[in-house]
């Protein structure tokens, strides 16, 4: 019988009323996202204490870091954004000590998912495009895609989809069986963007849109994550939402399969 690999989730909070009450909540299509790939999902909330950390450590066999609001750019020496752009700080605080936790005291494998991708490369030193459409310009001097919902029209919030370029024998292309020279259609859901100059230690971007913009980043070859087969993906755009197409499915059950042979 196949071992069922238990799964961490990080928690969002949302603000449920004038009076400042927060929800822990995980969007259920992460959590059907690891069923479907064979995992057993644990949401894991923003605890007050990183200590606590040590106690679910011996149940998990992976962690999903999910997206959400922007994280605060004083970890990274942005600059300054709007409060409502960012997620309350008691997630903020949690998240990052939770993702250094995992990537620099574990051997866990890990995914992160749009917010969580950034949070992979913030906790390892990197650094964020924190507003595409202001901030970024196509290297190749093509125009920029509408990657955040907001810039689209409500009609097109669902149905938009751009390709993904995939390095060659990348993770990425590797997990999504990428046909060479063909481009993944991937959806998008962000703002910010992994700096491609500041990626994070131990770390490389390995996909990207048509624009230039990373839309995946992995171990570094020279990385002992890389040496030891330490499965470590961000992805920018959401698979969990696209669980109907099999490349996308694909990164879940990748993810999955590395927890069963840790």
Known sequence: MLKHPVIGLNMSMDLIDKYEKFDFLVPVSYVDAVIGAGGIPICIPPYPNIDMLDRFLPILD?????????????HYG??????????????DRFDLMLAKWLLQETAMPVLGVCGGHQLISIAQGGALVQDIRTEWKDPSGGQLLLHSGRERNDNDKNQFHHPVRREKDSLIALVTKAI??????????????VHPRRVGHSLRPSAWAADGVIE?????????????????????????RMQDEEPHRNIFRALIEAA???
């Not at 942005?78 to 997630?91: K, V």
């Not at 171990?219 to 992805?235: C, E, K, Y």
């Open 260 to 262: 069963r042979r840790k």
């Open 216 to 240: 995946a980043i992995e171990p570094a070859d020279d990385s002992p994550w890389a040496q030891s087969g330490r499965f470590v993906l961000g992805i920018q755009w959401h698979p969990e």
């Open 62 to 74: 992976g962690f999903v870091l999910i997206g959400g609001d922007d994280y605060r750019p004083e």
């Open 78 to 91: 942005g600059h300054p954004q709007p409060e409502n752009e960012l997620m309350p700080e008691r997630r």
């Open 180 to 193: 060479p020279d063909e481009a993944l259609p991937a959806n998008s859901y962000h703002h910010q963007a």
